[in-house]
């Protein structure tokens, strides 16, 4: 990691819950930003959140919190309120900024905190553009896709368990909020952005072809299971019990395949009789179930090492299916650069990701704070409020947090 991250000095205030808005805290603070998370005295909704530690403590909320400052603020009292809108004008011309998913506050929205920051960047992570609430399994279902997602033949939608329009929506607000500051720096302009999880799921799938696809045919895309719509890909079982996942996306992915598994003149008389031409994408999706037929008996006569033998040196795309436990016992974990040694609070030590952005270097790992850890060091440092300040303030339930 370079000796200056490349987000020094921009300072982010953080209102936020659950997924979206704390990954993209999180995407800003793993880039060099200070980001303070500012929480209600006693934790938001998601502070013990499953997974959990033995200890209780969210494995979620520390993920997603990592190397932030965390502050605890009465936000029932006017008090408490005021804090936010004093940081906001303390934190220099680098910071200014908001990013929350916090709805129906009014003392939180862009008009009223521009008017004690006028070059304020707001960013408000919403369900819908009009304002309705939405999750991201709500939105996934609105959308589209667990209709088509599941094996073939079922009956009923399959939610996919990966909260893929949250996890978007928050990488998206990072490119929001940079693009803002970047204005900002042009014009001393600030700006009011809003960003609905409900059109980060329909850009998506409209940038995808998805949408495209059903307005030209007229139809919907048929449920497939594990095979690859328009191409050639599926799980195959070995002999030894595991599953692997082959991929054969371009003319050499298949014929290496065919070569290393002995198949090449198989599938040549299988074309002549079909009148097909497996170079063509088009031509091994029609034909999946027949090709995979033919490829089913040479995986499941071989253990996962002769699989793994066989393969390497090809250009063929395939990979053993793993549990996450897995990747904890066989080393997946320990070898790679992106995780990293951290002592968690409440959790203890374990392997943690740095940040997958590489900027001269490994981004380093650091622990998610204890909620409330630096609202004493954020006051005193921030705001120059003395520690006598401090202790009147969480007295008198303003904030939390402080010993």
Not at 2 to 23: N, Q, R, Y
Not at 143 to 148: A, H, R, V
Not at 348 to 353: E, H, R, S, T, V
Not at 390 to 395: G, H
């Amino acid at each position: 990691m370079t000796a200056v991250p490349p987000l020094d000095g921009l300072t982010v205030l953080e209102v936020s819950s659950f997924v979206a808005a704390p990954l993209g805290g999180l995407t800003l603070a793993q880039l060099g930003a200070e980001v303070i998370r500012v929480d209600p005295v006693g934790g938001g909704p998601d502070l013990g959140r499953w997974p959990l530690a033995p200890s209780g403590t969210s494995l979620y909320w520390t993920g997603l919190n990592k190397g932030k400052r965390s502050i605890a603020l009465n936000f029932g009292a006017a008090e408490g309120r005021r804090i936010l809108g004093d940081l906001l004008v303390a934190s220099g011309p680098g910071g200014g900024i908001v990013l929350t998913n916090a709805v129906g506050q009014q003392w939180l929205t862009y008009p009223e905190l521009a008017r004690v920051r006028p070059d304020l960047i707001h960013l408000q992570i919403q369900g819908h553009r009009d304002g309705r609430a939405a999750v991201d399994y709500t939105v996934n279902a609105a959308t589209g896709f667990p209709m088509i997602t599941g094996p073939e033949g079922l009956d009923g939608p399959v939610n996919h368990v990966l909260p893929a329009w949250d996890v978007a929506c928050g990488l998206y607000s990072v490119v929001g909020l940079l693009a803002a500051e970047r204005r900002r720096q042009r014009t001393g302009a600030g700006s009011q952005i809003t960003l609905a999880l409900s059109d980060v799921a329909l850009a998506v799938a409209g940038h995808l072809g998805f949408l495209a696809e059903a307005q030209v045919s007229g139809t919907d895309r048929p449920r497939i299971g594990n095979h690859l719509y328009g191409g050639l890909a599926r799980d195959f079982q070995t002999a030894d019990g595991h599953r692997v996942m082959v991929v054969a996306l371009t003319r050499r992915h298949f014929a290496d395949l065919a070569s290393a598994t002995g198949l090449t003149e198989a599938f040549a008389s299988l074309e002549r009789h079909l009148g097909a031409d497996f170079r063509e994408d088009g031509d091994r999706y029609r034909h999946r179930h027949v090709i995979t037929a033919l490829l089913e008996p040479w995986f499941a006569s071989r253990q996962l090492a002769d699989v793994e033998r066989d393969l390497a040196g090809t250009s063929v795309l395939w990979s053993r299916y793993r549990s996450f436990t897995d990747l904890v016992t066989d080393g997946t974990l320990a070898a790679s650069p992106l995780l990293q040694a951290i002592s968690q609070p409440g959790v203890g030590p374990l392997l943690a990701p740095g940040s997958p952005i590489a900027v001269d270097g490994a981004v380093p790992a650091t622990p998610a704070p204890v909620l409330g850890a630096d609202t004493a060091s954020v006051l005193t440092g921030c705001l120059g409020l003395s520690a006598a300040d401090v202790r009147s303030l969480a007295e008198r339930g303003i904030v939390g947090g402080v010993a």
